[in-house]
């Protein structure tokens, strides 16, 4: 050795670092990754650090930001990127910032849907073989029952956490099950595993009912009631405009509508949560309350003495039996009438006679207040609107008829809803011509023009499906000169 010398396993010819600085370094555990877990414990360590700080906002660390590294920490899976920097602190220099980024994703889990049958009780799963295996997922038969998913719908569900996939059976607790299946993430049962997601939850609908129904009465007054599922409230008017929350009466409960002879329009809507029913409408058509008695009235022309009636198989609840000579006499009214009134009858055969003796020929079944008009042997009969009135118009004028037992004109059944079958027997082929009139003597439909029917028994089928509820007067007329007119009621 010469002088001031350096030995390294020779002789160096510079002069060395004799005592080099302590570099600072640091490693973060775990290192980069995705995961599924719920949480990552993180440790941070040195060597040649005073200390270490650290961010988990991105943002860069230094002595004065940051956090003060103490020991391992988590950092919790909220199903976001996490960018953890740190930095070491040495005593002469710091380490370079280390970075690592940790992606949260939701754990792996199968969340299995099953929609209950209508008849089923109960919604139990049974489930086993997990994938990955689990010792904690396991269960016995009949399984464990289904949450519902809400109050609107018969679906149920169960999670299981952690699972890819897994064995399962649905079954009414044990009762109605169904095949052995498989389950893979989330998953919807309804008869067969569904490709799309139903609607778990629908809204609830909401209806109205209102009762009774559209009808034609002769009642003092209707009871209305009206019933609402899923609606919160129900508005209704009478006089015929669309109800709403902020338009008509709110329902409270049920409610009169007293006959004033007219016609009222009931319109309602029911409010729900999230959406409106439609308006209904009911149509209650008021009319006069028409006795049960059957009123006969005759006008005989001025030729007749003493006008009387004989009346047999009545049906109803008065008026007993008579004989021929206890037939009573008809009570003289304005402008030539005479009337009689069978109180409490519906219908009956009558003889009408002058004096018991000049008689008409036996007019049968008749079922509603009739007028007459001309002798017994040449009886016509005529609108009984007309009846005070020396004017009777077209349409009365026309009304005549022979009381001939050849013929044979009916309608039934009345009153009529749909369809009514016309009988009519003809002792010999004619023309006919059978018409239907309102109650203002106005023609709203036709069944026969001008067509000659044969000789015999007719059966015709009249729809009056179209037409609106009232009284109506059904009139037939054939060329040999017979005229008969039905009062039909359709309702």
């Known amino acids: 050795a010469n002088g001031t010398a350096y030995y390294d396993n020779k002789w160096l010819t510079n002069t060395p670092d004799l005592c080099p600085a302590l570099i600072p370094t640091i490693t973060i555990n775990p290192s980069s990754q995705t995961t599924t877990a719920s949480s990552l414990d993180v440790e941070?360590?040195?060597?040649?650090?005073?200390?270490?700080y650290y961010t988990l906002d991105g943002n860069n660390p230094s002595a004065s930001n940051g956090n003060l590294y103490t020991g391992k920490f988590d950092i919790t899976n909220n199903l976001a990127t996490v960018t953890l920097k740190a930095i070491g602190i040495g005593t002469t220099s710091n380490t370079n910032i280390v970075e690592r980024n940790y992606i949260f994703e939701e754990p792996?889990?199968?969340?299995?849907?099953?929609?209950?049958?209508?008849?089923?009780?109960?919604?139990s799963i049974y489930y086993w073989n997990p994938t990955p295996s689990s010792d904690g997922i396991n269960t016995s038969w009949p399984g464990e029952r289904m949450t519902k998913e809400c109050s609107t719908s018969?679906?149920?569900?169960?999670?299981?956490?952690?699972?890819?996939?897994?064995?399962?059976?649905?079954?009414?607790?044990?009762?109605?099950?169904?095949a052995d299946l498989v389950a893979n993430g989330t998953a919807y049962?309804?008869?067969?595993?569904?490709?799309?997601?139903?609607?778990?939850?629908?809204?609830?609908?909401?209806?109205?009912?209102?009762?009774?129904?559209?009808?034609?009465?002769?009642?003092?007054?209707?009871?209305?009631?009206i019933t609402g599922e899923n609606t919160t409230s129900i508005?209704?008017?009478?006089?015929?405009?669309?109800?709403?929350?902020?338009?008509?009466?709110?329902?409270?409960?049920k409610f009169d509508i007293t006959n004033n002879l007219t016609t009222v329009t009931l319109k309602a809507i029911g409010i729900g949560t999230t959406s409106n029913t439609s308006i209904k409408e009911e149509t209650y058509v008021f009319e006069e309350e028409i006795?049960?008695?059957?009123?006969?009235?005759?006008?005989?022309?001025?030729?007749?003495?003493?006008?009387?009636i004989y009346y047999w198989n009545t049906n109803g609840s008065t008026n007993n039996p008579i004989t021929w000579n206890e037939q009573p006499s008809m009570e003289s009214k304005e402008n030539g009438w005479f009337e009689y009134v069978l109180n409490g009858v519906q219908s009956s055969n009558i003889i009408l006679t002058c004096n018991k003796s000049i008689q008409s020929a036996d007019i049968m079944d008749v079922t509603e207040n009739t007028c007459y008009i001309g002798l017994p042997s040449n009886l016509s009969t005529i609108n009984c609107n007309h009846t005070n009135s020396s004017n009777i118009n077209q349409f009365s004028l026309d009304a005549k008829k022979s009381i001939n037992e050849d013929y044979y004109f009916n309608v039934y059944p009345?009153?009529?809803?749909?369809?009514?079958?016309?009988?009519?027997?003809?002792?010999?082929?004619?023309?006919?011509?059978?018409?239907?009139?309102?109650?203002?003597?106005?023609?709203?439909?036709?069944?026969?023009?001008?067509?000659?029917?044969?000789?015999?028994?007719?059966?015709?089928?009249?729809?009056?499906?179209?037409?609106?509820?009232?009284?109506?007067?059904?009139?037939?007329r054939t060329q040999s000169g017979y005229f008969q007119i039905k009062k039909l009621a359709i309702k």
């Open 414 to 476: 009345n009153p009529v809803k749909d369809e009514a079958i016309i009988s009519l027997d003809l002792p010999n082929t004619t023309q006919v011509n059978m018409n239907l009139y309102n109650i203002n003597g106005q023609l709203v439909g036709s069944v026969y023009r001008n067509k000659e029917l044969v000789k015999g028994n007719h059966r015709i089928l009249l729809n009056v499906r179209d037409y609106l509820a009232g009284i109506y007067f059904l009139n037939v």
């Open 291 to 308: 006795a049960d008695d059957l009123t006969i009235k005759w006008e005989p022309e001025g030729q007749c003495d003493n006008p009387s």
């Open 189 to 225: 049962y309804d008869n067969k595993w569904l490709t799309n997601t139903p609607d778990l939850c629908p809204a609830l609908i909401p209806t109205i009912t209102i009762n009774p129904s559209s009808q034609t009465t002769t009642a003092s007054s209707l009871e209305v009631e």
């Open 235 to 253: 508005y209704y008017t009478l006089d015929g405009n669309n109800p709403s929350a902020s338009n008509g009466n709110l329902y409270t409960g």
């Open 44 to 52: 941070i360590t040195g060597e040649n650090t005073t200390s270490i």
């Open 154 to 178: 018969d679906w149920y569900y169960i999670e299981f956490n952690g699972v890819e996939n897994i064995n399962v059976i649905f079954s009414d607790n044990g009762q109605n099950q169904t």
């Open 108 to 123: 792996a889990s199968t969340k299995v849907y099953f929609k209950k049958p209508s008849h089923w009780s109960n919604a």
